[in-house]
């Protein structure tokens, strides 16, 4: 079954960076793209970061343009997520995602369009 881990979230202090990993296992993770969303405190989930399968058309959140960068490693089957001037508001719980794309570089800031979810990883950004 296909899994997806998410790992490296932690407190840090606002303008600091983490970087954020989620290993995925049961698919074909070269074929996938990979986004990233997160969920704050009383808030829905958004959308971060994607990437998808070929590397190109990356898409990123208005909110963390210029901040945060995804990329992925297929030989490791990982997807990260870069984290730099952190504010107090990107303290979230954040989520991988997962869906096949077989054709095209293809993403959505979509949860809907997404198939597989990790179980989060919390970032706290205190001020």
């Known amino acids: 079954q296909v899994q997806l881990v998410e790992s490296g979230g932690g407190l840090v202090q606002a303008g600091g960076s983490l970087k954020l990993s989620c290993a995925a296992s049961g698919l074909t993770f070269s074929s996938y793209t990979m986004g990233w969303f997160r969920q704050g405190p009383g808030k829905e989930r958004e959308f971060v970061a994607a990437?998808?399968?070929?590397?190109?058309?990356?898409g990123y959140a208005d909110s963390v343009k210029g901040r945060f960068t995804i990329s992925r490693d297929d030989a490791k089957n990982t997807v990260y997520l870069q984290m730099n001037s952190l504010k107090p508001d990107d303290t979230a719980v954040y989520y991988c995602?997962?869906?096949?794309?077989?054709?095209?570089?293809?993403?959505?800031?979509?949860?809907?369009?997404?198939?597989?979810w990790g179980q989060g990883t919390q970032v706290t950004v205190s001020s």
């Open positions: 990437i998808p399968s070929s590397g190109s058309n990356i």
């Open positions: 995602a997962a869906r096949e794309v077989v054709y095209g570089a293809l993403f959505s800031t979509r949860t809907s369009w997404y198939e597989y």
